[in-house]
């Protein structure tokens, strides 16, 4: 099923704006770098991140759009466990001047603006979920199909 409904896209370059400006910035990527999350799973982060301009108009497979989320979900799951309680320790020191206070207010505002992501993230899967079973037309939707969703509320949730 291609999706290309105005109002998921929108959502979708939210997450991705959002991802880029508060998440994976120039500050906080040194120490992502170093989560335990497998290559298949970066990739699937960026596509829904940063390659929105490639499906704008020929718009999105639903199920690549559920194993992005799942991606994205493992992803804040990981780094509310791995990273949000040594991220102060891991990016101390090295900076100075501007650069120290940008630092200090990205790695201050991490676990409020990771939850945020989570709740775009869970925002566009409710919104999935419901074309999905529109769509379904009696027949079982496609996120009932896909393992990896099974636990989607408890990886963004916490």
């Not at 880029?20 to 170093?34: C, D, E, G, V, Y």
């Not at 493992?74 to 120290?100: A, H, Q, W």
């Not at 207010?105 to 775009?120: E, I, K, P």
Request: charged share 25%.
């Amino acid at each position: 099923m291609q999706v290309r409904d105005a109002q998921i896209i929108r959502l979708i370059e939210r997450i991705g704006e959002h991802y880029r400006s508060n998440i994976s910035n120039r500050f906080i990527r040194p120490a992502l770098l170093q989560l335990s999350l497998e290559k298949q799973c970066w990739d699937l982060i960026e596509i829904l991140t940063e390659k929105m301009e490639q499906f704008r108009y020929q718009g999105f497979l639903l199920d690549e759009l559920y194993r992005q989320i799942a991606a994205s979900a493992r992803f804040v799951s990981i780094t509310r466990r791995e990273l949000v309680p040594t991220l102060r320790n891991r990016l101390s020191g090295g900076s100075t001047g501007p650069d120290r206070v940008l630092r200090d207010m990205a790695v201050n505002n991490f676990g409020s603006n990771l939850q945020l992501f989570a709740d775009l993230l869970n925002e566009l899967y409710v919104n999935l979920v419901e074309l999905d079973k529109q769509d379904a037309k009696g027949h079982k939707p496609l996120y009932m199909q896909i393992p990896e969703l099974q636990d989607i509320g408890r990886l963004l949730i916490g």
